[in-house]
């Protein structure tokens, strides 16, 4: 199995898609990858020789933000929306959604698992 | 969608005139604004604005990590008392 940046290993799949499975390297960046390389993208990952596994780790070191560095990034850009405390901050705080979708009903993805309120009725009983 | 690039910035006018005049002056006074769509740009820096909220104005305070946002976004025009907790009988016993 071949192993690329740290511990990620993509199986026997073609390299395009072996690819995607990086945090930060979608199904365009893959095929980025592949064009300069000049990799077949329909190659089994496994048959990606060691210049080729180092090609790759080189690219992506140099071109491409990945794995953890990409999810501290992520993080670093809510932080400093939290701590300037505008409005998107404080959506994130609360764990609403944050770019203006309804929170009347759905939004579960943010609020997590429903939470039944004893005595709340119906819709048509909430005024 | 996203501003075309060519228009650059949205800046309230009138709400930047004042911070340039205050920025001369190398004064710091609060600014009252009812410019919620207004950029904040680098020269808003360090300056305090009285945003208004559609009831009152709110203090916000800029700092250099603000820049690129709007100066409504620190003024939150909704607000929120927590859900009541208990049943109904609970309640009406507590008061």
């Known amino acids: 199995m071949p192993r690329i ?39 089994r990952a496994k048959e990606l020789n ?29 932080a400093r929306l939290r701590d300037i405390r505008c409005y998107r901050g404080d959506r994130h705080r609360r764990g609403l959604p ?11 993805t943010r609020k997590g698992r429903k939470k039944t309120v004893a005595g709340k009725k119906s819709v048509k009983g909430m005024k | 969608m996203s501003r075309s690039l060519k228009k650059g910035p949205y800046v309230d006018f ?16 609060p600014i009252k604004t009812w410019a919620r769509s207004c950029t904040i740009v680098p020269e808003f820096v360090g300056h305090t604005f009285l945003v208004h909220n559609g009831r009152s104005f709110l203090n916000v305070f800029v700092t250099e990590d603000m820049v690129g946002h709007k100066l409504g976004e620190f003024s ?8 009541t907790t208990g049943t109904k009988a609970q309640r009406a016993a507590s008061r």
Do not use: W
Request: charged residues 30%.
């Open chain 2, 76 to 83: 939150l025009t909704r607000q929120f008392r927590s859900h």
């Open chain 1, 50 to 78: 060691e210049d080729q596994l180092a090609a790759i780790a080189g690219l992506l070191e140099s071109k491409y933000i990945i794995e953890g560095t990409l999810r501290r990034q992520i993080q670093q850009d809510i």
């Open chain 1, 5 to 43: 940046a740290g511990s990620e290993i993509p199986d026997n799949k073609p390299t395009r898609i072996a690819l995607t499975y990086l945090f930060g390297i979608g199904p365009k960046f893959s095929a980025d990858i592949c064009e300069e390389l000049k990799l077949d993208p329909q190659a």
């Open chain 1, 98 to 108: 944050v770019r203006g979708q309804r929170t009347q009903t759905n939004a579960r």
């Open chain 2, 14 to 29: 009138k709400t930047y005139r004042k911070v340039e005049k205050l920025n001369q002056m190398d004064k710091h006074e």
